[in-house]
């Protein structure tokens, strides 16, 4: 058992059953214990392999729509170009570098940062980052942003973001909680109150017995912030993600610990634990704040940005190895078996600006 089952066994020993949002939230973000705070993720030798270390070509592409986004909003100046959720600082590296190719007015007149809440992989950003010419500034929150027009981005920043589930039981819907069993270990079962209805899909009282609805306010909040940051202050959002395009009913709850998938109960603070993203809810959001929600698979998206066209270029004098490397890479990051179909875009752009590829309606 590892310190934090132990730690949230005797929690709920103590307070009772608690919902599947706070056990999600101490499984990633504990101080002591949490996954975030407290292992590599990453890469290879970790549990995960995100885009932006698959290939330089997914961050030189979103790069690419950061500066196409900025021209068509007017090529403001004092400008903030932000990642949120960083990771290993592998994807802000290469938009750097594509970025100041692109337009050195650009790089030298933009304030760079990095919207990290964990110590540990904040100090791992700033070794990657160290060879960069830019000054970076790091933050917890978007609120101490510079105010002033913001492009920023967010690769599989929701996905990590706490869920609460609903589970159809009896005549009603009761939520998803997680208590002990005889033997002490955790477990998952319906919880006594009532769910406010406001929070379920329009068609759940047509839902069997033991369907599962997710809801995720923490990513709402988030996803307000944030548009309402654009809003006000002008910029454009990119952010990448696994998930849906429509709303819908099942549990998407996942643990993923060395590239395997496991049992979500089994080892706290030790896997990552995520949830499909509902980008309808999220893309919502952004209309409410008056802008333009644009969305795409990341496959669509990447594809016609010129992911071929930059993997023939990178690939023109290679010898056959690195060719296939990089064949390899464009079809985890596009192919409709990989991350193409699974993982959307969305977009976040002023109402009527339009910039490839995505069309000016949302």
């Known amino acids: 058992m590892t310190r934090l ?19 999600m939230a101490l499984c990633l973000f504990d101080p002591e214990d949490g996954y975030y705070t407290t292992r590599e993720p990453f890469g290879a030798a970790g549990d995960f392999i995100t885009a932006p270390e698959i290939s330089q070509m997914f961050g030189e592409l979103v790069a690419i729509w950061l500066y196409e986004a900025w021209r068509a909003t007017g090529r403001p100046l004092p400008v903030t170009i932000a990642e949120i959720g960083p990771g290993r600082g592998t994807l802000m590296k290469d938009m750097l570098r594509t970025l100041s190719r692109l337009d050195t007015a650009l790089t030298a007149g933009a304030a760079f940062a990095m919207i990290e809440t964990s ?14 010419s830019a ?20 690769n599989e920043l929701f996905d990590a973001v706490p869920i609460r589930q609903f589970v159809r039981a009896g005549a009603g819907w009761r939520e998803r909680m997680i208590g002990l069993d005889d033997a002490g270990g955790l477990r998952l079962f319906a919880g006594a109150g009532s769910v406010d209805p406001t929070l379920l899909p329009d068609d759940a009282e047509k839902a069997p017995q033991g369907a599962i609805v997710e809801v ?18 002008g910029g454009a959002g990119l952010f990448p993600d696994y998930g849906h395009l429509q709303p819908g009913i099942g549990d998407t709850l996942q643990a993923l610990r060395k590239h395997d998938h496991e049992d979500v109960l089994a080892n706290p603070g030790e896997a990552d634990l995520t949830a499909h993203v509902d980008f309808a809810a999220l893309a919502a959001i952004v209309r409410a704040h008056g802008l333009g929600a644009h969305l795409a698979t990341q496959g669509e998206f990447l594809v016609r940005m010129g992911l071929l066209e930059r993997a023939g270029r990178l690939g023109a004098n290679a010898n056959e190895a690195a060719r296939e490397k990089i064949a390899g890479e464009v079809e985890r990051l596009a192919g409709t078996q990989a991350m193409g179909e699974l993982f959307k875009v969305l977009a976040i752009l002023p109402a009527g600006v339009a910039v490839p590829p995505f069309p000016t309606a949302d």
């Open 135 to 154: 000054t970076i500034r790091w933050h917890e929150t978007i609120d101490t942003l510079p105010r002033t027009p913001l492009l920023i981005v967010g």
């Open 119 to 132: 110590p540990r992989l904040t100090g791992i950003q700033q070794q990657t980052l160290a060879g960069t």
């Open 5 to 23: 089952k132990t730690r949230i066994a005797e929690l709920i020993d103590a307070v009772g059953p608690i919902p599947v949002s706070e056990y």
């Open 216 to 233: 995720a306010p923490a990513r709402s909040a988030l996803m307000a912030a944030i548009a309402g940051r654009i809003s006000s202050h």
